[in-house]
């Protein structure tokens, strides 16, 4: 371990338990001095407290080699410009955040933690502002929702026209802001569908237990609400140069990025058999299945099959969707595309290893952090 990265760590140990407490005082540092900069940040901030105090800390101690993550602070700078961040806000927060330490650290804390601290920081926070000040895309479009349907009582299916056009590719996510409802929580979703002429975007989204954005899209957005969208991210993109079979595997909305590749598909494919394994709870959650079986119908390429893990009478395949695929195949030859909530990901990478499908060839976004 360098003595940069020792110093980082070794200074952090002496704060980490008083998490909460060095957060508090973070942003009050932040707020008390500079009061406009409270209006970047959410209204509740007890729903994520701490998220960039620990996403700082996080980045500083992980990102030992900062040449390396070049092209990712770039474009967290690039992503930053939609929170309103301006160049001046990163000197504010550093020095809140070696403030916030100092503090808690107490007698230990030495005046080599405080330079690491300050020289890391320069070096993230001048990539991110490299990758912002060489974005020639707005901060953010604003779109409007043309069309919202309730699938169930907890899928909503929703359409936006972004007011300028938003270039994307079929398989990438991006991430909206649902001013009228729930101001500067910023959340990612993957469009349905692929890139349109109309350049509409279709958004498949679930409402999970107590959240704070999902509910709001699914219960009360509405035809004509403004919803922000921010730059589009991920590479669970096709290669057309790709001649292999592919199989998508989508848990709930996870179906969402996987529908806009099988569009994607359909506009060109003649020779790659594709197989989506498309799994939820209930045959409720199963809320595409109508226009999935409607392209199985139309191109004779794809097969779809359907599982439900927790209802018995359905009449598709029962149990989880990972187990499901590893009774098909054999699979060493496919391009895999894999979707959905971390639990659904994780079970189904893990059942891709044990039927020895090289991970070079699967590609994934997991719904969690
Ligand atoms: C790359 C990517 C693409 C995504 N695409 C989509 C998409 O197309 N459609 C879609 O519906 N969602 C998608 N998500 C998930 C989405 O970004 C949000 O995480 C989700 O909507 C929850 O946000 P929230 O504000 O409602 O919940 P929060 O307020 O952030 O969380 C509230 C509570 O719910 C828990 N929670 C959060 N997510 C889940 C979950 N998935 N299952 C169970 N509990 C959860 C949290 O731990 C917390 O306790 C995607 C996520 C990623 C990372
Ligand atoms: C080294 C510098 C910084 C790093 C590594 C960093 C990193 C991050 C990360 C990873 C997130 C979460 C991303 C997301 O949810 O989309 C985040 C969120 C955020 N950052 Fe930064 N950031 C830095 C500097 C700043 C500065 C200077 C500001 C200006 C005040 C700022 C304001 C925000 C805001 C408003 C959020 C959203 C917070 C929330 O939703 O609670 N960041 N940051």
Request: proline content about 5%; hydrophobic content about 40%; aromatic content about 12%.
């Amino acid at each position: 371990m360098g003595d940069l990265a020792s110093l980082l760590k070794e200074s952090w140990s002496l704060v980490e338990e008083h998490q909460d407490k060095v957060a508090g005082y973070f942003y009050a540092r932040i707020f008390l001095r500079y009061p406009d900069l409270r209006d970047l940040f959410p209204v509740q901030m007890d729903v994520q407290r701490a998220r960039l105090l620990g996403a700082i800390v996080t980045a500083v101690q992980t990102l030992e080699d900062p040449e390396r993550f070049d092209e990712y602070l770039r474009a967290l700078g690039r992503d930053h410009r939609k929170f309103h961040v301006e160049p001046e806000h990163y000197e504010v927060v550093g020095g809140a955040l070696i403030e916030s330490m100092r503090a808690f650290a107490g007698e230990d804390w030495s005046i080599e933690y405080d330079q690491a601290w300050a020289d890391a920081y320069a070096v993230i926070a001048s990539k991110m502002l490299a990758g912002a000040d060489a974005d020639p895309n707005p901060p953010y479009w604003y779109g409007e929702v043309v069309a919202h349907e309730r699938r169930s009582r907890d899928i909503a299916v929703f359409t936006v026209l972004p007011l300028q056009p938003l270039e994307y590719r079929a398989g990438q996510y991006l991430s909206l802001e649902c001013p009228r409802y729930q101001p500067r929580l910023w959340r990612t979703y993957s469009p349905a569908n692929a890139p349109r002429r109309d350049n509409t975007l279709d958004f498949h989204v679930r409402a999970v237990g107590a959240g704070w954005v999902s509910s709001a899209l699914v219960r009360r957005l509405q035809v004509g609400d403004m919803v922000k969208l921010a730059a589009p991210m991920g590479s669970m993109t096709l290669d057309r140069r790709s001649t292999r079979d592919a199989v998508f595997v989508a848990g709930g909305t996870g179906l969402a990025p996987i529908k806009s590749l099988l569009e994607e598909l359909t506009r060109y494919n003649r020779t790659r058999w594709v197989h989506v394994f498309f799994g939820a709870q209930t045959r409720e959650d199963l809320y595409d299945l109508a226009d999935l079986n409607r392209l199985a119908a139309r191109y004779p390429w794809l097969s779809v099959v359907t599982a439900c893990s927790d209802d018995p009478t359905f009449p598709g395949e029962q149990g989880y969707i990972s187990d499901v695929v590893a009774k098909y195949g054999p699979w060493k030859e496919h391009d895999f595309f894999v979707s959905g909530s971390g639990r659904m990901v994780k079970a189904t990478l893990k059942r891709l290893a044990e039927l020895q499908v090289p991970s070079v060839r699967i590609k994934y976004d997991s719904f969690s952090d």
